[in-house]
């Protein structure tokens, strides 16, 4: 189909310095929890950004000097010679499809542990150190910053000969130039402190010098936090982030700026909708005449339009969007835009990062997985083994969906059953739940496929049971049949069933999303301790229950410190009246009372509530497949070849868990695997 016209002003070229980027779609930095340690990996990844449209393609956050490291976080570097041919890996591929390749080039200050360099970490005041970590920073002193300056310059050289268009000064995210803005941080006397014109001093010179150092060939792009969201403590955008803008308007040849810290940046979809930040960088436009991106979630092309066409950026930056969708740009310029793989803002990919590892997505389950397992997040591998045979998949959920999708999209027929009327799984339920609105579009998303592909099948209100799937005809049978939270207080905390956990004022999650009505005062024990409990207890507030919130952990819904999240949400939970008891853990339930045993004394606390929301772990819902698996004679009599369990109904987990494995079971249909051989590429370090 041909572009809607409407959205041709985002295929306008636009000239950045020396350079001129194809497009309006800009892929900001972001971290692939790769680095230096995976560089085909990194490469492959961003290369399908170029593929799919993209006019900029930026590294994740590469350090400029071993001062500045973030083990055993991986990041990108460019310290010496030997960096310059990692990086041409990704600059190559990048630049095979059109598009510019830029890099964050990094000093991470006091938020540098160095606990691998072991160098000592530096910041403009010798403040506390921001990691968790027993070691301070040492104040810089003029030969530091001279040292400083000259890496940036060092590392810029570097980025030029390894093919980058534009390098990046980095002030952003509460790195060490940004530290200098900020008067928490810089309570220096020189002329590097005190005035605004002072504490943006060394971003000046970083620029000027990396300007005439690589300036003829290479854009040298800024990225600024204007404001910390941290009110009169932090750098605001009506003050320095104005400033430092006005001081410097016409110094960089772009403008990346955003808010700070990352949870702020990467704002997830329970706490922001799409362009958020606009309200605090909205203002830089009016003050450069060089183009300014800015970020906010963008996955509506209508939003884009609008956002260049009120002027409030001249590029679209986006990191998850592009990670849930790498062909945003192409989709839109084919006319295609409601192919587009909206991402949810639910911050697994940041959790990836947080915890260390590759990057992953819930909705785009090929991310991270493009080199090792060669997977292509537009192109699935044509079908194979038992190509004349129609699969049947039973469930529709998140594994279901993917799989059944994905397995039509290689060629296979494909029958997809559920014991429901409206297809979807958890993501008819989870979704409803406040401030999980965005997280449809898991669903949405599959069933806009399916609708388009005229070789799947669906039967609604079809409960399969092991007699029905034996006479069905089917070689076959994929089972996704989901999982139940479980009743009885086993979780992390418990190993064994508490006791009364089977009176009738007892409940779960499952029927609070199915629509059990509560009164009164109520109990949410949150032993899961990611978002279930805590969304659950906001939906008891608004039915106008009294909540308890009792968990063992040490915060409130603690893994979503991974994505970002836990400070946000326990603000949320304590602006709600919500009384909070931490690290207790469920031990009897008396039917008027829980018993709740302290993590560390085991002594006991009476909580009163009439009711119990317990939120531990869940059950797979596998009956169906055990039963048959176990019956192998009834199997064979049915003429069933292959049998597999997939998604929650294998083993309960995240949504992101669900998509994969559907996906996962989708490639691997047909094919052969061998369960003694290595599954993917591995990036490995040789000895000579
Ligand atoms: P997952 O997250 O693994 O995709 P969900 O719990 O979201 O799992 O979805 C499971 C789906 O499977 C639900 O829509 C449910 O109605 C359906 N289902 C469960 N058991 C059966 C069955 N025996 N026959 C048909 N559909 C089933
Ligand atoms: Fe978006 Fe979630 Fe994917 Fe991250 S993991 S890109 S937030 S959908």
Redesign the pocket.
Known sequence: MPRNPRYDILFEPVKIGPVTAKNRFYQVPHCTGMGYDLPHSVSRLRELKGEGGWGVINTEYCSMHWSSEDAPYRLCALWDDNDIKTQSLTTEKIKRHGALAGVELWHGGNHSPNRWSRETPLSPSGSTQHAVFPMQTRAMDKEDIRNLRRWQVQAAKRAKRAGFDIVYVYAGHGYLPFQFITQRWNQRTDEYGGSIENRSRLLREMIEETKDAIGDTCAVAVRLAVDELLGADGVQAAEEGEAVISLLAELPDLWDVNVSYVDNDSLSSRFGPEAHQEKFTGFVKKLTTKPVVGVGRFTSPDTMVDQVKRGVLDFIGAARPSIADPFIPKKIDEGAEEDIRECIGCNICRAQNNTGVPIRCTQNPTMGEEYRRGWHPEIMNPKNGYAEDPVLV?????????CAMSLAKRGYDVAL????RE??????FEPKLPTLSAWVRVRDYRLGQIAKLSNIEIFRE????KAGLLESGYKHII?????TWRRDGVGHNNYFAVPGMDRANVLTPDDIMKGKSVSGDVIVYDDDQYYMAAVIAEKLVQAGCNVTFVTPGLDVASWSLYTDEQFKVQVRLMKLGIKLVLTHRLAAWKGDHGVFACNYTGAEKRINGTTLVSATSRLS?DA?YLDLKADEAARKEAGILTLKN?????VPGA?VH?VY??HKAAREFGEVIDPDQFPFKRELVFVK
């Open positions: 039973v469930g529709a959920g998140p594994a279901g969906l993917e059953a559920d014991a429901a297809l979807g799984g958890r993501l008819n079809s409960r399969m049971d089972l996704a049949t989901g999982a819902d169906l997939i998604g929650d109904a294998d949504i669900a494995a559907g």
